[in-house]
């Protein structure tokens, strides 16, 4: 569901009012309902196993964690960081309460979080360092509607919650380290199961029909707030009411048809926005993870960094273009400078990492899929200022400052980890990504 298999048709005709009517009424529910399917096709991919893994999945309420940083190898979210261990959880709080038991952390200084994110990918809670005791803790996760049973607690706006965690490894030799401490997080409570939306899941050959049997089971599991209700009403013309359950295969042709439509129009809508429009070197929001009404941007976000946490936690910048306003590309060779004084403004952390067009690392001569702060032996200039290389081709300099690219289109993000105050506010300027003549 990262990017439709269907044609994208930029100006469609309809054979008839009834699937012009179909259309137009569904077009809104694709760009708001997106990062739920994200959500129920990741828990499906991520949950329908045994037993834990070590790269990340489990079954529902089980956390599994890497044993590894994530590689070009890894393929379940889209965007995933190279500086960390991730460890997942998918928690079904429907038959109550679950309990996240936080090991003690022998190193206070090591960085990590807890992410929570609902069902449409509201990233509501982060536990930390900052809010979590250093010896070990319990902290009560809670769905809708139900009363807490311990002290510390979280309430989750979905029974339906997605735990990321991540902890950072500062080099190879603090691998055993950080596995120690993410293996050590627990969750205990009731077993819980898969949401019926995820167990009914629906993958035939027409991608649009899919997604809205999908999504239409989905909005059953978690439906839309009150506030966002008339979303479906104009549907209810065509058939589709949400008060009993859906069937897309029996809806009437010209109905079928819309939706389609809509489907592909609204998958053009997101992948139009998911690149710079300005062609600006950089471009960031403080928006992620907290979204409100920005249903676009949720969207988005979904497609190209799924799981995104909030700003105050990291901010994501992303590269499209070089300082020319041209796209990057293998076939060039450039250089992005930091000067003196002027590194990326993080409290804890900072690191570039690059993707190809697929939203994932590409494979390299030397494994290094992203360069920061911890990579050992950087190389700085005499006046303090830090000179990366980003190319296909292996710089004659050696591999110390290099980032390597594919042979082809790829984009940058640099992560700030608790950025500043100064950054926050808009008091420092990312040097653009320069092209070598």
């Not at 991540?166 to 380290?177: E, H, Q, S």
């Not at 050590?184 to 027409?206: D, I, K």
Request: with cysteine.
């Amino acid at each position: 569901m990262n990017a439709p298999s269907s044609p994208v048709f930029s100006n469609p005709i309809y054979a008839s009012s009834q699937e012009a009517l179909a259309a137009a009424a569904a077009l809104p529910l694709v760009l708001y309902g997106y990062p739920l399917i994200e959500t129920l096709r990741t828990c499906r991919l991520q949950s329908t196993v045994q037993s834990a893994t070590a790269y990340g999945r489990a079954p529902v309420n089980t956390i599994s964690a890497s044993s590894r940083q994530w590689t070009h190898e890894d393929r379940d979210i889209v965007t995933p960081a190279n500086d960390l261990l991730y460890l997942c959880a998918w928690i079904d709080l429907s038959q109550g309460p679950v309990r996240l038991h936080v090991p003690a952390r022998p190193d206070a200084r090591r960085y990590w979080v807890v992410e929570l994110l609902d069902a449409y990918t509201e990233n509501f809670e982060n536990l930390g360092p900052r809010n979590v005791a250093a010896d070990c803790d319990v902290v009560e996760l809670v769905g809708p509607g139900q009363t807490p049973t311990a002290k510390r607690f979280v309430s989750c706006p979905t029974s339906l919650v997605w735990l990321i965690g991540r902890v950072l490894v500062t080099g190879a030799d603090d691998l055993p380290a950080a596995q120690a401490l993410a293996s050590g997080f627990r969750l205990s409570g009731p077993a819980g199961s898969q949401p019926p939306s995820v167990r009914n899941w629906r993958e035939t050959a027409e991608p649009g029909l899919d997604f809205f049997q999908n999504l239409f089971n989905g909005l059953r599991d978690f439906p839309v707030p009150e506030i966002h209700g008339p979303l479906l009403t104009l549907l209810r013309r065509c058939g589709v009411r949400m008060e009993k359950e859906v069937d897309v295969d029996t809806l009437r042709p010209a109905v079928q048809a819309g939706l389609i439509s809509a489907y592909q129009q609204g998958m053009q809508i997101i992948e139009a926005n998911m690149r710079n429009h300005s062609h600006a070197p950089w471009k960031y929001s403080l928006r992620l993870g907290i979204y409100g009404d920005e249903w676009l941007q949720r969207s988005v976000t979904a497609m190209k960094g799924l799981g995104a946490l909030r700003a105050d936690e990291a901010v994501y910048v992303v590269a499209d273009y070089d300082a020319g306003g041209a796209p990057l590309h293998g076939n060039q060779t450039y250089t992005l400078t930091f000067p003196a004084g002027q590194l990326p403004p993080a409290q804890q952390f900072w690191s570039v990492s690059l993707y190809g067009d697929d939203r994932f690392f590409t494979d390299n001569a030397i494994g290094r899929y992203a360069i920061g702060d911890r990579t050992p032996g950087l190389q700085y200039g005499d006046d303090g200022s830090l000179t990366l290389t980003i190319s296909h081709q292996r710089p004659a300099t050696g591999d110390s400052n290099w980032l390597p690219a594919p042979d082809g289109s790829f984009y940058l993000i640099l992560r700030l980890y608790h950025p500043s105050s100064d950054f926050m506010a808009g008091g420092y300027d990312i040097p653009p990504v320069q092209r070598k003549a």
